[in-house]
């Protein structure tokens, strides 16, 4: 008999952080937590899938609540499962898409991706499986490598100086961690430099730095900041102008050696396409971090995939943006390249599940199934309260 679902409820919760970054405070960021309940009995109580927000975008809860999750409880089980009575995020989320016009692709795209994780976890819990398990079996070879390559993503600016900076690569190098992403170009340049030296002498030889500019350069000053930080080592330069700015990206590309890493703000099949046409990326060294879950969801991504495949990109490009336990299922499950870390452990999306580690730049992913949620220190507190 099909899974029905039975109830879906969306929380926002609040999470101010003093982190800066080139084009935003996250003083007032907020997220969305989401729960859909079903009409299958586990351990005495109902299935429930658990699905989370990525953090720099705020909250979906307005849009979901509008109209995607009335779409869902309206449907029967026949419309989001498949003829066996398999749940099918895919075909969940052909209904939350109905009646949607193409294009303009923004805080929706992040709505229904909110719910698809949700999906998700609930389709591989159905299974008892790791979601990285289910994924590899749907959309893969079913042979996923469970050892992923993962970086530490932080050095935000706040107002400490280089303080925090320090502890955090202190840290993160202490956790295991072989490469360290810090954001510049929201302080004078002479102060980003200082930041970089800083970050390059506590990583050492061995360990790698990247540096993420969050959109901050135009045509004017490009070149310019490029041709100073090409003095450096770094792994490599994230997002330096506006996404949407391919012709831009295509000079940049053209006149730099450094490898580009963009896509977070790219939110579509159609855009990702258009980047991937008319920015310039290199195929043999640039990265594509389009985030799952501001994608639409899984369903989107694989599409994003097939697309980028065909244009002659080895899925091992692709380093999702986020750090969330939704990608690194995606990072394992599909056979990506790299997954994005919150540097700071403690924090709501840092750390692992308590059975995981980093060892030597590498996690050894979990069997614990769904996302994993249940298992992560700090998210399964906020799920428990939202359950209790
Ligand atoms: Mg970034």
């Not at 109209?67 to 869902?72: D, G, K, Q, S, T």
Request: a negative charge; one cysteine or more; aromatic letters at 8%.
């Amino acid at each position: 008999m099909a899974v029905r679902i039975t109830g879906i409820d969306e929380t926002t919760l609040v999470m101010p952080s003093p982190n800066r970054n080139a084009n935003l405070s996250f003083a007032a960021m907020t997220a969305s937590a989401v729960v859909v309940r079903t009409d299958v009995m586990r351990n005495g109580r109902p299935l429930v899938g658990l699905g989370f927000d990525s953090i720099g975008r705020y909250g979906h809860g307005g849009l979901a609540r509008e109209r995607f999750m009335p779409r869902l409880l309206a449907a029967s089980p026949e419309a989001y499962c498949d003829a066996n009575g398999r749940l099918d995020p895919t075909r969940a989320f052909a209904v939350m898409m109905r009646d949607e016009k193409p294009g303009g692709h923004g805080d929706r795209a992040g709505a229904v991706g909110l719910l698809d994780s949700a999906l998700w976890d609930l389709a591989a819990k159905l299974e008892d499986k790791p979601l990285w398990r289910l994924l590899s079996e749907r959309f893969g070879s079913g042979d996923a490598d469970p050892a992923v390559a993962v970086y530490a993503s932080g050095g935000h600016y706040r107002d400490d100086q280089l303080a925090s900076l320090k502890a955090e690569i202190t840290r993160a190098i202490d956790l295991g961690h072989t490469l360290f992403k810090i954001k510049v170009a929201g302080a004078p340049l002479p102060e980003d430099l200082r930041r970089i030296e800083c970050a390059l002498a506590l990583l050492g030889p061995k360990r790698k730095l990247a540096v993420d500019f969050n959109c901050a350069l135009d045509a004017d000053n490009a070149g310019s900041y490029l041709d100073k930080f090409a003095e450096y080592d770094l792994a490599w330069i994230e997002e330096p102008t506006d996404p949407l700015d391919y012709q831009l990206y295509a000079e940049i590309c053209a006149g730099t050696a450094f490898a580009i890493a963009t896509g977070e703000n790219v939110f579509s099949l159609a855009d990702a396409r258009n980047l991937l046409r008319y920015g310039g990326l290199r195929r043999d060294r640039d990265l594509l971090q389009f985030d799952v879950s501001l994608c639409y969801g899984i369903t989107e991504l694989v599409r994003i995939l097939e697309m980028a495949a065909q244009a002659g990109w080895a899925r091992r490009r692709f380093a999702p943006h986020a750090g969330h336990l939704l990608s690194l299922n995606v990072v394992a499950g599909l056979g990506l390249g790299m997954h994005e870390t919150a540097a700071d452990p403690d924090s709501l999306f840092g750390g692992y599940p308590a059975d995981m580690s980093v060892e030597n730049g590498y996690v050894k992913m979990s069997d614990v199934p769904g996302i994993g949620i249940e298992a992560h220190p700090a998210l399964s507190t906020v799920f428990a309260d939202l359950l209790r």
